[in-house]
């Protein structure tokens, strides 16, 4: 009888039983690293949407204001079950009626995609990010929302 497990499955029972010995994975992002500190001083986090498969947190996509500039950023960083391992991941921000179109970043990263900069003004943006773990592939888009 031929008994299938899923990459994901194994990918999170590697990276915990790497955890348990105390291994960094090589290229880890240090604690210096952070969502805020990615996008700036100014920024704020105004939302975030977590990517998980089952119980483990695998990314975090953070969307950020800085009322000065009136701009938005937004991150996608890799939790402490993906950082130092290089996978796809994307970060994309889109100005309602600003006619410029999405914005992305996406590429494989050990640590984060983005960050992805955009005045805003007094308009609606939608955000969203991505990750590939395993054989999955985690996305989230919001609606057009934080307006003004």
Request: proline share 3%.
């Amino acid at each position: 009888m031929r008994t299938s497990v899923r990459r994901p499955a194994i990918i999170a029972a590697a990276v915990a039983a790497l955890a348990a010995l105390g291994a960094t994975p090589a290229g880890a992002v240090t604690a210096a690293a952070t969502p805020a500190g990615v996008c700036g001083s100014g920024y704020t986090q105004i939302d975030s949407h977590a990517f998980r498969n089952s119980a483990t947190e695998l990314a975090r996509v953070h969307l950020f204001y800085n009322a000065s500039t009136r701009s938005n950023c937004v991150v996608t960083f890799h939790s402490s079950s993906t950082s130092g391992y290089a996978l796809t991941t994307g970060a994309w921000l889109d100005v309602d009626g600003d006619g410029k179109g999405q914005a992305k970043d996406q590429g494989t990263y050990s640590s984060y995609a983005g960050p992805v900069r955009l005045a805003a003004g007094s308009r609606c943006v939608k955000w969203g990010g991505m990750i590939e773990a395993g054989v999955a592939t985690y996305t989230y888009t919001s609606s057009w929302e934080h307006c003004g």
